[in-house]
C-alpha cells in the first residue's frame, strides 16, 4: 500500500478532535484509525481505536471526517467485496458523535484499479477531494466528487 505523511492525520475545523493513523498494537504493521478527542484543559485524550472500520490485516489510513463527526471517508486495502483496487475509499456514517460507526461501505462511483485516497470533504458534503495513483503508485492526480446538496 502506499502511505504517505500527508494523509497521517485529520483535524476537526473546531479543534475538538484528531483523527489519524497508526501501527500501535499492530504486530504485522498495518495502521488503524485512531480518534483521540481534545480535553477540557487543551491536551488530547488517550486515542481510541475507531473500532468498526479498523481490520485485523487491511491498512486504513486518511481519515477525513465531517465537522459533525457523523460521516468518516478513508482509504483501505481491505479485500471486502466490492473493493476493485489497491486502495479505495470506504465511507461510514453513524448517528450522533457518541454512537459506533456503521459497517463500511465502498464508494464504488469513486474507485478504480488504482490507488484512491480522499483529502477533503467540504462542510457542506457536496464536495470529496481526492486522489487516484496508477495501478503501480505513480501519476498522482487530484480529483473532486460532486453531489447536490
Not at 481490520?55 to 477525513?64: A, K
Not at 479485500?79 to 459506533?100: F, Q
Not at 487516484?132 to 498522482?140: C, E, H, K, M, Q
Request: aromatic share 8%; hydrophobic share 35%.
Amino acid at each position: 500500500a502506499v502511505a504517505r505523511k500527508k494523509h497521517a492525520a485529520m483535524s476537526l475545523p473546531h479543534g475538538s478532535a484528531l483523527y489519524f493513523i497508526s501501527t500501535r498494537n499492530n504486530a504485522n504493521g498495518t495502521s488503524d484509525l485512531y480518534r483521540a478527542a481534545r480535553g477540557t484543559s487543551g491536551q488530547f485524550t488517550t486515542p481510541v481505536q475507531v473500532s468498526t472500520v479498523n481490520t485485523p490485516s487491511s491498512t486504513e489510513f486518511s481519515p477525513v471526517v465531517t465537522s459533525d463527526e457523523l460521516v468518516l471517508y478513508y482509504a483501505s486495502d481491505r479485500p471486502d467485496a466490492p473493493a476493485k483496487g489497491v486502495l479505495d475509499i470506504w465511507m461510514t456514517k453513524r448517528a450522533s458523535p457518541s454512537a459506533p460507526f456503521d459497517p463500511p461501505v465502498n464508494v464504488q462511483e469513486l474507485n478504480t484499479t488504482g490507488h484512491e485516497i480522499p483529502d477533503w470533504i467540504s462542510p457542506d458534503r457536496c464536495r470529496l477531494y481526492f486522489d487516484r495513483l496508477g495501478a503501480n503508485g505513480v501519476g498522482d492526480k487530484i480529483y473532486v466528487a460532486e453531489r447536490a446538496p
